[in-house]
């Protein structure tokens, strides 16, 4: 057998190179090393269960031996446990528990390694790392993903509801569409509420306009003599929709600024959490992430005659993208900087809208709306009290066989539009086609149609009212981008409805929508 210290040293040399370690040895030990190394060797190992634990007090005893103690074991014998001298067996057994010990912590690292670096990802992640990347692709078989043209604190890519199964007595409630698209879009969480409330809201409206004439509610505000800042008489619904909508949007905890077109200016919503809740209690407040700005009765003028009127409505998005230039308010000295901060807030063109629509208020009352994916109309089912999809992804042909424009006023038109109009009723136009006219003398109705059947509908300016006479933020906007997301387009005939940045709340501009190819022929008349 091997003398012990010799033996001894080989062990600890075939335990480090397990383990990965570098074993230093002065020169007569690695000679003693090599030249056992290079003669046959049998090691046998003794059955583990008659090893007793001890500490491997043994290697206190290493020490350089010298040359030519070293004797070799012929291959063909095997020692036994008591040929092992003892400071072998007892590194033997140290060297398995710490084999033993790196193999777990090896597989415990394996596996703790990635959490503590996906951890390390996900926590306080930089706002770089939090915006959703833009795709053009179909998502999956069946979401599609639409892009919007926002900002970067603002959704960039919407992803449509998905449903899979619907109810044959109930169909797809506007509950649940608004439910799956926060399902499938995080990030619209919160328009889940801010569109329960919009739906409330319009269901106490179709309400009281269908019991107007029951209930005394017809007629003008205060007998006669109230006006509102349009410097148009308010009827009695004009003032009680307007505290409806007004309301129900506050009451979401979601508003920052609500703009009406029945006030005179933008009003900023205080989201203060009542004292009771205590601070004990977890609440997610997000300080008023959204703008809102809504005509809570357009047509209200026809209303005593019982014809369709409507609400529109605008969604923006809170964000520190202002558009208005550093001079805006240098006319303003008497302006707070609470109210400079809500015009900052509502003055946004069209394109920073992250949702509009309307509710008509007709036959049916149809609630339309769209949030950058598209357009989807729903119609209340009066007896469960739910908006119900009854047309969705409403597209708008190219070319329809509709305009619906007051004709009264055409002496009153500059020369492109008059001729535009001639060759949409004489059929000498680009689809050589005949249209028909149809006016009902409410926007949200004559809109409604034209979404429905194609066709033009407009407002142009005109020698009484220069800039036109629709409002940009709460109406022209909200409407323009329902057209477009249907597939259509919005002008002023010069420019694009859009695109065009308020310079006040209550900013008129001119307005045509229709179908592409129908608007793209009318600026073509203005280019001329």
Partial sequence: ???????????????????????????????????????????????????????????????????????????????????????????????????????????????????????????????????????????????????????????????????????????????????????????????????????????????????????????????GGAVNVQGE??????????????????????????????????????????????????????GGRYISVFDPLDGSSNVDAGIPVGTIFGIFAEDEDCKLSDNFFDNEKDMSEAMKGCLRSTLKPGTSLVAAGYALYSSATHFVFTLGAGVNGFTLDESIGEFILTHPDIKLPPRGKIYSINEANRENWDAPMRAYIDGLASGKNRGKKVYTSRYIGSMVGDVHRTLLYGGVFGYPADTKNVNGKLRLLYEAAPMSFLIEQAGGKSTTGLARIMDIPPKGVHQRVPLVLGGSDEIDELEEYYKK
């Fill in 233 to 286: 008489e308010q009827k009695k619904l004009d003032v009680i929709t307007n505290d409806v909508l007004k309301r129900a949007l506050k009451f979401t905890g979601r508003m920052g600024v609500i703009a009406s077109e029945e006030e005179d200016t933008p009003v900023e919503v205080d989201n203060t959490l009542d004292e009771s809740y205590g601070k004990d209690v977890l609440v997610e407040e997000s």
């Fill in 1 to 223: 057998a091997m003398p012990s210290d010799t033996q001894l040293l080989s062990a600890i040399a075939l335990g480090c190179a397990a383990l990965g370690c570098v074993l230093l040895l002065s020169g007569g030990s690695a000679s003693d090393l090599h030249a056992v190394a290079a003669r046959p060797v049998t090691i046998g190992a003794a059955p583990s269960a008659t090893l007793s634990r001890q500490s491997a007090r043994g290697m206190q005893s290493l020490r350089p031996v010298s040359a030519g103690t070293i004797t070799s074991l012929p291959a063909t014998a095997t020692p036994t446990l008591s040929q092992a001298p003892q400071p072998a067996g007892q590194l033997l057994m140290a060297l398995g528990s710490l084999s033993v010990l790196s193999a777990l912590a090896y597989i415990a690292g394996r596996f703790s390694v990635p959490r503590m670096a996906m951890a390390a990802t996900t926590s306080k992640a930089s706002p770089a790392l939090k915006r959703v990347r833009l795709s053009t692709h179909m998502a999956d078989a069946h979401t599609s993903v639409a892009m919007l043209a926002v900002s970067s604190k603002k959704v960039t890519g919407i992803r449509s509801p998905v449903f899979n199964e619907r109810c044959d007595q109930t169909g797809i409630t506007l509950t649940r569409f608004m439910l799956e698209v926060a399902r499938a879009n995080p990030d619209l969480q919160e328009l889940e509420s801010v569109f329960a409330s919009i739906q409330t809201a319009c269901k106490t409206i179709a309400k009281l306009v269908k019991r107007s004439s029951i209930d005394g509610m017809t007629g003008l505000q205060g007998g």
